[in-house]
């Protein structure tokens, strides 16, 4: 099994800047592919980001040019920089890993983006 903690969120200005991480523990070698989601108030969760294995990255159009999503395979641990922060980036966001025959979420980490 996995389990998987976040952390890093918090209550950022408009156009602020905040690094979420994800540490992985368990049956690591066993995960394909790692991602960021978020679920916003009233919102279905969607997903920000993701990063394979080898390195690979995808992301989400409101994502692109302002969050980068990156890991540590010493650490065990998957980061999300969010840079440019609007308000409307406000929501949970969770770290999900997927294995061969199930996926793990996280516990979720709530950022906030007001003045």
């Known amino acids: 099994q996995v389990q998987l903690v976040e952390s890093g969120g918090g209550l950022v200005q408009p156009g602020g800047s905040l690094r979420l991480s994800c540490t992985a523990s368990?049956?690591?070698?066993?995960?394909?592919?790692m991602a960021w989601y978020r679920q916003a108030p009233g919102k279905q969760r969607e997903l920000v980001a993701g990063i394979t294995s080898g390195g690979s990255t995808n992301y989400a159009d409101s994502a692109k040019g302002r969050f980068t999503i990156s890991r540590d395979n010493a650490k065990n641990t998957m980061y999300l920089h969010l840079n440019s922060l609007r308000p409307e980036d406000t929501a949970v966001y969770y770290c999900?890993?997927?294995?061969?025959?199930?996926?793990?979420w996280g516990q979720g980490t709530l950022v906030t983006v007001s003045s």
């Open positions: 999900n890993a997927r294995l061969p025959i199930l996926e793990v």
């Open positions: 368990g049956s690591i070698s066993t995960i394909l592919f």
